[in-house]
RNA sequence: GGCCCCAUCGUCUAGAGGCCUAGGACAUCAGAUUCUCAAUCUGGGUACACGGGUUCGAAUCCCGUUGGGGCCGCCA
């Protein structure tokens, strides 16, 4: 069989980081099993699409590489269907009008389902349905609503796999009720838990809290300087395992081990501090040259002096967006210095002026043969130099940031002070 | 209220009846690296929600309880 498998988002303004996890598991079911990847945006809630959101779906699968094999389909442009097919299941007698909308004739019976995660599911009516359980498809003011439009889209573009979250499991009953309706077999549907909070709490963008609501749509997370790779191998292990004890995989491999039925059945609470430590492993992984390509708001024209920065800082860094704030002291002379000792700084910086070759080893001897003669200790003269280079008490290894602050800045700095 | 799903360290997970006095990762704590730490290394603590079964034997199977999540719209 051809696996066709969608994602279907509505254009609100924003991806929710939950969707993101969506999307991903079937793109990776969709290259797992070389079937395609439909995109196919829901517009039908004509109140809340823009040209912006769209642009906001299409920018983060990009970003994430996520790339759609076919569409994007639009519902909005898609209404000639609808009303054949709704005419299809009036002149059939399966749906009917009242008071202006028509509605589908939901069967009594419970719909067993064969969910691909979640198992075997059998839905009963629940108190309200029973009394009526017909459900609107076309509003009185003409439009379908979503859970026909969906169905028939399915249906019309040969979905055979429906990957979605777990809040829709409770709807797949009409679902199936519609296909068969229109003489079909429904999907096969594989629905993924959701993900909470870490509190247990639904991820919302319009949460109270600030930091929750920014971890609730993929916006935060590139402009905080995620890697793309980061975030997706972070989503990969939300709900699914490698089943060893790696945490950073290659996507390839995912892609070759990812399958439906190992989906995990449970709701997942999302751990920002583990997704910013996968960010720093990736980071690390990237040479000097990669990372200047991503990383924005680094001042200087020298490219191999930006590299050398960004090369000597990359393992202290887990966001790309600390790079600028680490590095100023690389690029410019103006930062706060705390008082030190000028004399013995001085002394360094006489050692310094004639050392035979600039680089981390002549330093290191030098200053240690200069530590020996004044008889102090190496870190009495280690923390007022990076003090006096640097304006910061933490940072890099101190004779290999001196080597690529390099000379003249270097003996500047600690004649300063 | 009804219906549905779920339940292993704080978190993500491994575990598909004996390999488990439960493994890995993040986080945390303690050491180490006599140059810091925001890096790295080493080590520690921390979990099978509870109660019944089934079985020679259960984290693994069944039932119940409790807890968490979801759905019951002319929203998607």
């Not at 790339?67 to 009303?83: K, L, V």
């Not at 070759?357 to 530590?371: C, F, H, I, N, R």
């Amino acid at each position: 069989m051809n696996v066709r498998v969608r994602f279907a988002p509505s254009p609100t303004g924003f991806l929710h980081i939950g969707s993101v996890r969506t999307a991903l598991f079937n793109w990776l079911y969709a290259r797992h099993t070389g079937g395609t990847f439909v995109l196919r945006i829901e517009d039908t809630d004509t109140a809340r699409n823009t040209e912006q959101s769209l642009r906001t779906i299409l920018d983060g699968l990009a970003w994430l590489g996520l790339t759609h094999d076919e569409g994007p389909y639009f519902q909005s442009q898609r209404a000639a269907i609808y009303r054949q097919r709704v005419k299809q299941l009036v002149d059939a007698g399966m749906a009917y009008e009242r008071e202006g909308a028509i509605r589908f004739k939901m069967t009594r019976e419970p719909i067993v389902m064969n969910d691909l995660i979640a198992g075997k599911v059998t839905r009963e009516l629940g108190d309200r349905e029973v009394n009526d359980p017909d459900f609107v498809i076309v509003r009185s003011d003409g439009n379908p609503v979503f859970h026909f439009v969906n169905v028939v889209d399915d249906l019309e573009m040969k979905i055979t796999h429906v990957i979605r979250g777990e809040d829709h499991l409770s709807n797949t009953p009409k679902h199936i009720a519609l296909f068969r309706a229109f003489g079909v077999e429904p999907p096969k549907y594989a629905h993924i838990p959701m993900i909470l909070n870490k509190d247990g709490t639904k991820m919302s963008k319009s949460d109270p809290d600030p930091v929750k609501a920014r971890l609730a749509s993929l916006t935060g997370y590139i402009e905080d300087g995620y890697l793309p790779e980061a975030v997706r191998n972070y989503l990969c292990l939300l709900g699914w395992s490698p089943k060893d004890d790696r945490q950073v995989l290659p996507i390839e491999e995912v892609i070759q081990k990812f399958d439906l039925p190992q989906v995990l059945r449970s709701n997942a609470k999302f751990d920002a501090a583990k997704l910013e430590w996968m960010n720093g492993q990736y980071i690390n992984r990237l040479t000097g040259e990669e990372l200047d390509r991503r990383v924005t708001g680094i001042p200087g024209a020298d490219v191999a002096y930006r590299r050398r920065v960004l090369e000597l800082l990359k393992s202290k860094v887990t966001l790309l967006k600390q790079f600028p704030e680490r590095t100023k002291y690389f690029f410019t002379d103006d930062f706060p210095v705390e008082p030190v000792d000028a004399a013995l700084l001085g002394k360094l910086a006489d050692r310094y002026a004639c050392v035979p070759t600039w680089d981390a080893a002549s330093l290191e001897a030098g200053l240690k043969a200069l530590a020996t003669e004044l008889g102090v200790k190496t870190g009495q003269l280690i923390h007022p130099c990076r003090m006096a280079v640097s304006g910061q008490t933490v940072g890099p290894s101190l004779y290999h940031m001196l080597e690529v602050l390099g000379r003249d800045r270097v003996l500047a700095r600690l004649r300063k002070t």
